[in-house]
């Protein structure tokens, strides 16, 4: 009786649900992320059994309550505003997967993309004359 109870405990410790939360520096990857009408996000989902939950920081839907700081500056514990968290949530032994498959859509999105950030003053001089 008490292997069938440790063996029931271990059984449902690796099916308990944890979360891990990956943050993002620009929210801009995703887009990335989610995919075309969300398969992406929806192939990882499937694949790899995680829920995934895709927070912009500084949405007001999204964040109702959140403790994200009102200014670009991010604190140790807070990302800055037009970050992105994305919550994994899956057993324990599935975590690992997940967290691989996001990361490789991230690294991706980066080898691909370049941004490049202008301070606003500067934005009419890229601009042809006519503003366009």
């Known amino acids: 009786v008490e292997a069938a109870c440790n063996a029931l405990r271990t059984l449902c410790l690796e099916h308990e649900h944890e979360t891990l939360t990956i943050t993002l520096p ?13 398969a992406t996000i929806r192939s990882i989902t499937e694949e790899t059994g995680v829920e995934i939950d895709v927070q912009r920081v500084g949405d007001k839907e999204k964040d109702e309550g959140s403790k994200a700081p009102a200014s670009a500056e991010a604190t140790a514990d807070e990302p800055a505003a037009g970050a992105a968290i994305i ?34 003053s500067l934005i009419p001089t890229l601009l042809a004359p006519s503003g366009k």
């Open 26 to 38: 620009n929210a801009d990857m995703v887009p990335a992320l989610i995919g075309k009408k969300g």
């Open 87 to 120: 919550v994994l949530s899956a057993p324990r032994h599935k975590l690992p997967f997940g967290k691989s498959a996001v990361e490789a859509v991230i690294s991706q999105y980066e080898r691909e993309n370049v941004t490049v950030l202008i301070p606003r």
